[in-house]
């Protein structure tokens, strides 16, 4: 355990120590991971009006060139994602992959005008500012922005919350991206997040970081939310923890991530290939994978936790997977989780079982995400 | 009521042991989402894992706190796990046990002793 002296603040510090949060070390940062109403109140509140999370750990990153066009290829030698054809005020899906068709991070990018603003996870962060530097077009800017608070409002009443401050706020669709002024700060607005609700992540000056987050405390509908409830939020919607749902070692064909591969970087697109692993990736896309990441819904109580092996059979059998992440789904009323099962056991509704506490227990494959998401479209 | 150091309450009722999880205990696990309970009649040593308990959180085990035999289960744990939450040194008792050597109790605390080692 480290000396908690080592751990970085965010700006938001001092006010989760004064609405009672417990803090915990993560990232290298202390970090609330549930105030006093507890993981399962923060999630139901996310899911049935609004939470504020403060997700300041995360990176921050604005790449800048001569032009749009530049920067957009340029990013495009590091991920396998359509960047050139990102409308300006418009956000994007995707990951940093490796030369062994790995995921190195993923990521959240967005078109600011002329630049690209990346947001990445705390724990990859410094990893990922030195391949932009070292990978990118020397003359791209890479700009790490240490400077400002990333603060998320989810859940149904968002939407709301969040264009009662700022009017322009309604016509902002599911992955859009504007300037905002939220009781009178400047702030840079997507309307996405990390829950399968509806929502606003919010890049705010360090500065207003506090004022604008009491603010937004301020109404009846928000509550503030740790990351206990965060993580629980996500499994449900079915969302990637990296480290964790995808890795290194993992490519984007298992992790079932195609989706967030364009047509244009595939084989036969226009701008095919031309990402680390491609390679891998790219015939991958083909040919399927040999596993594949899955919803699984243990059948009896016991939550089935990251670790849990996977067999084909009640006793005896195979192991055939792994649980990635796995808990208590507040929502769902049991037990949920993910994992990688072999390509002939990842069919939904399969029967497989989880061994827990050396006790094979029944699941099966399930559709993600858990809870359907809610976005505004 | 006694404590022990793993945050359990013991209270006799007719010669027997009930046993649960401190108000302490049941604050630091957190929202409690699953009890997995012995079966009656099983004979326990100290500090074997009879119960698990899962929070939102971590699982974490429950351990006879003495020697002797699991008389009783609280099954209406099993369906409402929450009840721990609710009402962790009442409603929510986990088992009831024999003692089979009664010098075991000899080192548990009494409720100030134990308000006193969680602080």
Not at chain 1, 69 to 87: I, K, T
Request: charged letters at 25%; a negative charge.
């Amino acid at each position: 355990m480290s000396d908690t002296s080592d751990l970085k603040q965010t700006p938001l510090y001092e006010l989760h120590v004064e609405l009672g949060a417990k803090m915990v070390p993560f990232a290298g940062y202390s970090m609330p991971v549930q105030y006093a109403p507890g993981v399962m109140k923060e999630h139901l509140h996310t899911r049935a009006a609004a939470g504020v999370f403060d997700v300041s750990h995360m990176g921050q990153v604005i790449l800048s060139g001569e032009s749009w066009d530049h920067v957009a290829r340029s990013f495009e030698s590091l991920v396998p994602q359509d960047v050139l054809g990102l409308a300006d005020g418009r956000q994007r899906y995707g990951f940093f992959t490796n030369e062994s068709g790995g995921i190195a991070d993923d990521l959240m990018f967005a078109r600011r005008c002329e630049t690209l603003f990346v947001v990445v996870n705390a724990a990859c962060k410094d990893a990922d500012v030195v391949r932009m530097r070292t990978a990118l077009a020397p003359d791209i800017q890479v700009s790490e922005i240490t400077d400002r608070a990333l603060i998320a409002l989810q859940g149904p009443r968002a939407g709301a919350v969040i264009a009662a401050m700022d009017v322009r706020a309604d016509a902002m669709s599911f992955m859009d991206v504007a300037d905002l002024t939220l009781d009178g700060v400047e702030v840079w607005a997507s309307r996405s997040g990390y829950t399968g609700e509806d929502g606003f992540e919010i890049s705010v000056s360090e500065e207003d970081a506090e004022q604008l987050t009491r603010a937004l405390l301020a109404h009846e509908d928000v509550a503030p939310i740790g990351l206990g409830a965060r993580d629980s939020l996500r499994l449900e919607a079915g969302l990637c923890l990296y480290g964790h749902d995808i890795d290194a070692a993992t490519n984007p064909v298992e992790g079932a991530l195609t989706w967030a591969i364009q047509k244009v970087r595939r084989t036969g697109g226009d701008r095919a290939g031309g990402f680390p692993g491609a390679d891998v990736i790219l015939p991958a896309l083909e040919s399927g994978a040999s596993r594949k990441r899955v919803g699984l819904r243990p059948e009896g109580r016991a939550p089935m936790r990251e670790g849990v092996e996977i067999f084909d059979a009640p006793e005896g059998g195979n192991v055939i997977g792994k649980v990635t992440s796995g808990g208590f789904g507040p929502t769902t009323g049991g037990p949920v989780a993910m994992g990688y099962v072999a390509i002939e056991h990842s069919q939904t509704g399969t029967s497989l079982w989880g061994e827990v506490r050396g006790k094979r227990l029944a699941l099966r494959v399930a559709k993600l995400p858990f809870v359907a998401a809610n976005f505004k479209r | 009521m006694k404590f022990t150091e793993e945050h359990e309450w013991l209270r006799e009722e007719d010669g027997e042991m009930v046993v649960g999880i401190t108000i302490h205990a049941a604050e630091q696990l957190g929202d409690v989402v699953f009890v997995e309970l012995p079966d009656e009649g099983t004979t326990v040593s100290k500090d074997d894992e009879v119960v698990v308990i899962e929070s939102v959180k971590a699982a974490s085990d429950i351990l006879a706190p003495v020697d002797g035999e699991i008389t009783e289960v609280n099954a209406a744990l099993t369906d409402n796990p929450a009840m721990v939450n609710d009402d962790p040194q009442g409603e929510a008792w986990f088992f009831k046990m024999t003692v089979s050597d009664p010098s075991q109790m000899d080192e548990f605390m009494d409720e100030a002793g134990y308000q006193k080692f969680i602080r």
